[in-house]
C-alpha cells in the first residue's frame, strides 16, 4: 500500500475507486464524519487489493451523464463500506465477478448483466470487484 494523506484503518468507513492514473490500484478514501476525522474526504492511499464489509455503490449521475457526452475518463463511481483488509489475496468464496464501465451501464454489475447495489463483503483487484455468488 502507498500511504498518501494517513494509514487506513481496519474497521474504518472508507470509499474505494479504481485510480485511472496509478495502474492497478484503488484509491481509499476516508469516508467518517468530518467530526470523527481530520481527514475526511481525503485520499489515505492507494492499494493494489481492499476488502470491504457492508459495501454500498455509489453513482455520481451527474459525473457520469457528463462522461457520455464528452468521452472523458474520470471518477464517477465509488464503493463505500467498512474496511476489512489492504493487500491480501482474495478469499475464495468471493468469485462473482462486479464491474462498472460507464459506457455499458450506469450501474455496477456482474458479467450476466444483474445490477448490484451493495455487497456484505467485497474483495478488489485487477480493477474489478469480487462478492460472494447468490
Not at 468464496?93 to 455487497?119: C, W
Request: overall charge positive; hydrophobic content about 35%; glycine content about 8%.
Amino acid at each position: 500500500m502507498i500511504i498518501k494523506n494517513g494509514t487506513p484503518v481496519i474497521g474504518q468507513r472508507v470509499g474505494v475507486y479504481v485510480n485511472l492514473n496509478k495502474s492497478g490500484m484503488f484509491s481509499i478514501v476516508d469516508r467518517e464524519p468530518k467530526s470523527k476525522s481530520p481527514t475526511s474526504g481525503k485520499v489515505l492511499g492507494y492499494a493494489e487489493r481492499v476488502q470491504l464489509s457492508d459495501a454500498v455503490f455509489k453513482i455520481a449521475d451527474g459525473r457520469h451523464n457528463w462522461i457520455i457526452e464528452n468521452q472523458c475518463r474520470a471518477v464517477c463511481a465509488v464503493c463505500i463500506g467498512y474496511l476489512v483488509s489492504v493487500d491480501e489475496e482474495c478469499p475464495a468464496d468471493l468469485n462473482q465477478v462486479v464491474t462498472y464501465n460507464p459506457y455499458r451501464s450506469k450501474n455496477f454489475h456482474t458479467p450476466t448483466g444483474d445490477v448490484i447495489e451493495m455487497a456484505k463483503r467485497i474483495h478488489f483487484e485487477h480493477q474489478a470487484g469480487f462478492i460472494a455468488a447468490s
